[in-house]
C-alpha cells in the first residue's frame, strides 16, 4: 500500500509521507440564494434569536431610540470662574504684562552740558522726563521742546531694554530714585522728583522716596524767560515811565485819559453768559428759552435764542441784536431832539433768578 502524502509543516510547499492527500478541489464559496417555484429562496439557515436579540430589535423599532438609550451625566457645579465671561477670566498668577498693564513709572531729572562757544554761559541744563513701562520693562526718555532753543528736542531716547552701566542686566524700577544719579549709556542724569502714580507705587511696595527737588535754573533759560515775558507786555510799566507818558502827553495839548478807552484796554474779549426765559404771552405762545451775553468792554448786551432741533422757530437765533439795553424805553417827540440817556443795565443788575425787561418783555435769568 502506497503511503499517504501531505503537507510538511516545517518545509511549506513540500509533501510529507504517511498523511492523506490534500484537497485541490470544493473550495468554492457555497450560495444561499435559490430560485424554487419561481421565486427567490434563502437557503441559510440563521440562528435562533435570543431574547436579548429580540429586546433589541424592540428598542430599535422606536425612532427615539438613540435619545432614550443616552444617558446625560450631572454637570458639575460651575465655579466662580466659569461664571465670567472667557475673555475676563485672569490667571492665579497675573503675568507682568496684564497685572501691570498702562503703568508706567514717571520720574523727572536734567543733566549738564558744556557749552563752550558762548561768552554768557558755559553750562547748560537739558530737563529729560523718564518713563518706564513696567509691563516689558522698556525705558523712553524725552525732553520738552523749547520755542527757538536752536536744540533737536522731543524723544531723547526711544523705548527699549536699556542695559546696566555694568551690562549686568537692564534697569528697571530699583535703579530710580529721588535726589539719586543714574547713568545711561554712559551719560549721568540727576532726578529730581516723580509724578503722584509712581510715589503711590513705591509705597505700596515698602519704598518711601525723598520729596521733590526744586528744578535748576541756568543763566541762558532765565534769560529767555524774561524776554518772552517782555514781549508779550507782561513787565510792568515803572513809575517813572507813568509819570513821564503822562507829563509828555499834557505838554503837547493832548486831552485827558478817555474813560470808554481805559475801559476797553482793561475788559477786551471779557463776557458775561447768563441763561434765560421768556414767556411768550401771545397766543400759541410757549417758552422761549435764550442765552444773554453782557459785553464789558463796552456795557452792550446781546441776546440769542437757544432753539431745540425740529422746534419749528425761525433758523436766525437773534432774539436782539448787540447794543446797549435800557431799563426804560421811549421815544422822543422830534426826531433828532436832545434827550437825557435812560439808566443802562450794569453787571450788577443781572442777578441769578430775578428778571430784567427787555423792551418790555420778562426776561428770567435761571443760570
Known sequence: MAPDLSRSSSVPALFRLGMAPPRLTGHQRKTTLDFKFQSAVDLFKAPKATDEVRLMAR??????????????????????????????????????????????????????????????????????????????????????RVVNSGIPQGVFLRRHRVPKEDSMGFIGPDDFGVGQEITIYGRTYHITGCDRFTRWFYEENGVVLDEDE?????????????????????????KSAHDAKIVGKSQVGGPPSDKKFTQFLLNDRKVLRFKAFWDDPTPYGTRVYMILHYYLSDNTVEINEAQCRN????????????????????????????????DKYLPKDFIVGESISVWNRKVVLYD
Open 311 to 342: 422746534s419749528g422757530r425761525a433758523d436766525w437765533p437773534v432774539f436782539m441784536k448787540r447794543g446797549p439795553l435800557y431799563k426804560k424805553n421811549g421815544t422822543n417827540a422830534v426826531p433828532g431832539m436832545l434827550a437825557a440817556e435812560a
Open 59 to 144: 428598542k430599535l423599532s422606536k425612532p427615539g431610540w438613540r435619545q432614550a438609550e443616552m444617558t446625560t451625566p450631572n454637570p458639575p457645579d460651575p465655579s466662580a470662574e466659569d461664571l465670567l465671561h472667557k475673555n475676563m477670566r485672569i490667571p492665579k498668577i497675573a503675568p507682568a504684562w496684564l497685572k501691570h498693564d498702562k503703568q508706567v513709572l514717571r520720574f523727572y531729572g536734567y543733566f549738564q552740558e558744556s557749552v563752550p562757544e558762548r561768552a554768557d554761559e558755559n553750562s547748560r541744563f537739558r530737563h529729560i522726563s523718564f518713563m518706564y513701562y513696567m509691563e516689558d520693562g522698556t525705558l523712553c526718555m524725552s525732553e520738552p
Open 214 to 238: 526744586t528744578m535748576v535754573v541756568d543763566a541762558w533759560q532765565k534769560g529767555y524767560k524774561l524776554s518772552k515775558t517782555a514781549e508779550r507786555g507782561g513787565l510792568p510799566m515803572t
